[in-house]
């Protein structure tokens, strides 16, 4: 991966390579800078094997910095810069970077993480090409040429313990991905993509890297999901290729653009993270006669995306969910019965494993996480997903769900266990569900039932609960509505009915929309629940 923009700008060295709203970087001038930026991480005592962390909004110098840390020898830790400052200083203090990366809009938070001016680097103001020829090649000379197995980046997701874990991926499976993509999405140095993606988000190898890697020319989408913002720049700058995660690209067949729209260089879309659509699909089919779109499937752990299935034919009547494909090349995938018996006959759900180049190194300083979530068969490493898949007739995977408490919430891997620490460290409850839901307009929400332990006034314990999660939890995972219940139903089992009360959440929502719901003998809204809403002159 370090050696991206070298390979493309000796190929295409004036040709576009990054553009955003208020620069454009050529191929030639991107490895210049990124040399460059290398250089001063060098001066300041990065070293091979060090991290750095990125906090910085994305843009042509912030991406081009991460091109200056990968030369360096360093690995990249990109962290979103919303994030409430103690998941922050948690991050800082396990991934222990050697200095950070920040832009006028960071530099105060990056001091308040304990960044000082010798650990920070400005990627809005230090970059800038090595003017004298000598010193450049000096500096060039002095780049470590990174091997496979050299720490790439390291992306956080949500942890099943609690707290986020660190994925470290390393050269070698970046570039076996890039590999494996290229079959399927087809970019080459006339292709004109689109990042939709966050760069701490795995998509951006997928819309950012791999375009790069091919010599592409890649506009950055950023600021505020508008529908028509993201129509029109589709269209004004002739994108051939992008992705999107599906509540994004559902998002954009919303725009009063989209019927307008004309998508005559539109050649192929990658999307996924969550089940799609199937509607909305058939309208980007209607919309772009032949275009292919791609559904996507691939956990963080093996890089981003490692199966697929192309929809290329309308289908209006269609109802039935799409499969998630066929394996990428270097991709060895099993299914696991509860047995762990092999299952290779069609219709029978099974744990999915993922092996292959592709895979994570491991957790970082997570040794046992790592043990649990590695293993090996006939002499190849898998990752276990947790996702539970089939096989169809027709050889595709379909994905059913997940084992445990994890979920894709906008495209957002989210582990419930984050969300219920915290209800747990507030206290004052006997039980809580944390669950999604979609509610009549089919918007896919996240909530939680908690039940106090003593009677405590409603509109302080929920402005204390979500507060709480405000303040602690990046904004995806604060659920949007909070139930104050009697107890949790259960079933015969005694296990708490999930369904039913979930059910019964949905239907208070769509009756009354409101931040926070609380169980009202005097105002009940629906019987069996007996939750009323009451205003709290707030929104989550």
């Known amino acids: 991966m370090g050696a991206i923009t ?23 001038q991107l490895e210049q800078l990124s040399v460059s930026f290398a250089g001063r991480l060098m001066s300041m005592g990065v070293v091979k094997g060090d991290r750095v962390v990125v906090l910085a909004h994305k843009s042509a110098a912030s991406v081009a910095a991460i091109f200056g840390v990968l030369k360096a020898g360093a690995a990249y830790v990109p962290v979103d810069c919303a994030l409430p400052a103690a998941r922050l200083r948690y991050l800082i203090d396990d991934i222990a970077p050697r200095c950070v990366v920040a832009d006028a809009g960071t530099q105060s938070l990056a001091q308040s993480l304990g960044f000082e001016a010798d650990r920070t680097l400005r990627c809005d103001i230090d970059l800038a090409p090595i003017a004298d020829a000598d010193t450049r090649r000096l500096v060039e000379g002095a780049l470590p040429a990174p091997s496979e197995t050299d720490a790439a980046y390291c992306i956080y997701t949500s942890g099943s313990t609690g707290r986020p874990k660190g994925v470290v991926i390393s050269h070698g499976s970046v570039m076996s991905f890039f590999d494996a993509a290229q079959p399927h999405m087809q970019v080459d140095s006339d292709s004109r993509c689109l990042n939709t993606s966050p760069l701490h988000f795995d998509v951006s190898l997928i819309d950012l890297f791999y375009p790069l890697s091919r010599g592409a020319e890649v506009h950055l989408f950023s600021g505020p999901p508008l529908a028509n913002r993201y129509l029109g720049l589709i269209e ?73 299935y192309a929809i290329d034919t309308p289908e209006a009547a269609r109802t039935a969910l799409y499969p998630i494909g066929k394996p990428w090349n270097g991709v060895q995938v099993l299914l696991l019965g509860d047995d762990g018996a092999t299952i290779e006959q069609p219709n029978e759900p099974g744990e ?3 092996g292959g180049a592709q895979l994570m190194t ?55 266990n984050e969300i219920y620490r915290v209800i747990y460290e ?25 039940v106090p332990r003593t009677a405590i006034a409603p509109a302080e314990i929920a402005e204390e609960l979500l507060g709480r999660m405000r303040g602690v939890l990046p904004e995806y995972m604060v659920p949007s509505h909070c139930f104050l219940l009697r107890e949790l139903p259960k079933l015969s089992s005694g296990k708490t009915d999930v369904q039913s009360l979930v059910q019964r959440f949905a239907a208070a929502i769509d009756a009354a929309p409101a931040p926070w719901y609380v169980e009202n003998d005097e105002a009940v809204l629906h019987p069996g629940l007996a939750l009323a809403s009451r205003t709290s002159g707030q929104t989550a």
């Open 426 to 450: 507030v206290g004052g409850f006997a039980e809580a569900l944390v669950s999604p839901l979609q509610d009549a307009k089919g918007s896919r929400k996240l909530v939680i039932g908690v």
């Open 352 to 354: 999915l494993l993922i």
């Open 236 to 308: 004004q700058a002739g994108i051939t290729h992008f992705a999107a995660v599906g509540p994004t690209l559902a998002l954009m067949t919303q725009g009063t653009l989209f019927p307008k729209s004309r998508f005559e260089y539109l050649e192929r879309i990658m999307t996924g993270a969550e089940k799609l659509n199937v509607a909305m699909i058939q309208r980007w089919l209607a919309a772009v006669p032949g275009v292919v779109i791609l559904n996507g499937y691939g956990p963080t752990e093996a890089t981003c995306v490692c199966t697929s």
């Open 362 to 416: 491991g957790y970082w300083n997570r040794s046992e996480e790592t043990s649990r979530s590695l293993v090996h068969r006939d002499g190849i490493r898998y990752y276990r997903s947790g996702d539970i898949c089939e096989w169809l007739d027709s050889g595709d995977l379909f994905f059913i769900g997940r084992r445990d408490d994890e979920i894709k919430l906008s495209g957002y891997r989210i582990n419930l």
């Open 6 to 28: 070298s390979s493309a700008s000796a190929a295409t060295p004036a040709r576009l390579a990054i553009a955003d709203d208020h620069r454009k970087l050529s191929y030639a």
